[in-house]
């Protein structure tokens, strides 16, 4: 067979590999990309939960005030953030969260709230959730 033949099947498998190639590297970076957003989202609502646990039931607090620092909390990693502060996760607003007092635990979560990766959106409703006992309930 003549070698000058082979030269466009070369090319064309070539093309097949990084076509499949990009498709892979894309979902890879789709899938990591999720996993540390949501892992984000993880870290900042525990601390919010435990925020919330540690605060809500001091008799020197309003409850308003705590809700407000524990919303603050899950999305800018901050009770009192600056005016130019943005989001630990984007898209994240404090209307996402949600604060649920009982009488032994506080419960923190993210309500309503789509992860727009690069290719998939990700509804996330009512996760991550966290649940801490309140400081000094008996369980």
Do not use: W
Not at 94 to 108: C, P
């Amino acid at each position: 067979m003549n070698r000058r033949s082979e030269t466009g099947n070369t090319l064309i498998e070539f093309a097949g590999s990084l076509i499949l190639l990009a498709v892979m590297f894309a979902g890879i970076f789709e899938i990591g990309y999720t996993f540390y957003t949501y892992g984000t989202l993880v870290t900042s609502v525990r601390a919010g939960a435990r925020y919330a646990a540690l605060h809500s039931r001091r008799a020197d607090t309003d409850a308003a005030v705590v809700a407000t620092a524990v919303r603050n909390l899950v999305v800018y990693g901050d009770p009192a953030p600056t005016d130019r502060a943005k989001p630990l996760v984007a898209g994240l607003t404090i209307d996402h969260v949600e604060l649920i007092n009982s009488a032994d635990a506080t419960t923190v979560s993210v309500h309503g709230f789509q992860l727009d990766a690069l290719f998939m959106k990700l509804k996330l409703d009512g996760r991550p959730t966290v649940t801490f006992p309140v400081a000094g309930a008996r369980p």
